[in-house]
């Protein structure tokens, strides 16, 4: 009799976009259950695979808004690509920090951090081919594409973000309890 062959795990994407990897530190946090969501997964793109390109997966996870014109390239990419995408954090939700930038303009921005800075000398705006443009404000990934479901919080604990992802694999909509969630 042969054996059946094993059930191809889901697969689960994440990434950074403009965040600061608060939101992955806490996944980190979820500590000893890590081994069992890579008993339960495949992880596709993410920093902790260091694979730098995303195939198609059940749910992608992004932490951070949109502030480049590569943010945005990536969170076309995610969502081309992902069954479920989670936005995970009050970054990816509404902008967040990186938004506070949104009363100014970009080049306002750029002139205040390069040329106008306290402490800038014979400093310039730094323009190499290779450095994503910035856009002209930060957008909440919902205005770019559609999410599918929010994770809120500066950052989601460990607990919301495994109780969602056990959800999510479990094909149940995400309802996590009102103790998990929390906007600071
Ligand atoms: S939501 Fe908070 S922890 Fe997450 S990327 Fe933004 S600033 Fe960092």
Same mark, same amino acid.
């Given at each position: ?14 990434? $950074? /976009?403009?965040? !600061?990897?608060? #939101?992955? @530190? $806490? ?13 339960? &997964? ?24 949109? =502030? ?5 390239? &990536?969170?076309?990419?995610?969502? *081309?690509? !992902?069954?479920?995408? &989670?936005?995970?954090? =009050? #970054? =990816? ?6 938004? @506070?930038?949104? $009363?100014?303009?970009?080049?306002? !921005? /750029? ?9 800038? @000398? ?7 081919? *290779? ?22 919080? #500066?950052?989601?604990? =460990? ?26």
């Amino acid at each position: 009799m042969t054996t059946p062959p094993e059930k191809a795990k889901p697969r689960i994407a994440t990434v $950074s /976009l403009a965040g !600061c990897f608060g #939101c992955h @530190m $806490s996944l980190l946090d979820m500590d000893e259950r890590l081994f069992d969501l890579v008993a339960q &997964v495949q992880f596709d793109r993410s920093p902790l695979t260091d694979i730098k390109t995303i195939g198609a997966c059940d749910v992608g996870l992004i932490e951070g808004g949109i =502030a480049n014109e590569e943010n945005l390239h &990536v969170l076309r990419n995610f969502r *081309e690509q !992902c069954h479920i995408l &989670v936005a995970v954090g =009050a #970054c =990816a939700i509404n902008g967040g920090v990186p938004a @506070m930038r949104n $009363s100014y303009t970009a080049l306002e !921005c /750029l002139e205040e951090s390069y040329l106008d800075g306290i402490g800038l @000398m014979d400093a310039q705006i730094p323009n190499d081919a *290779e450095i994503p443009p910035l856009l002209d404000k930060v957008y909440p990934l919902h205005e770019i594409v559609k999410i599918d479901a929010f994770l809120p919080g #500066c950052p989601p604990s =460990a607990d919301a973000i495994w109780a969602c992802i056990e959800e999510l694999l479990q094909k149940t909509p995400v309802h996590l309890s009102r103790i998990m969630i929390h906007y600071d």
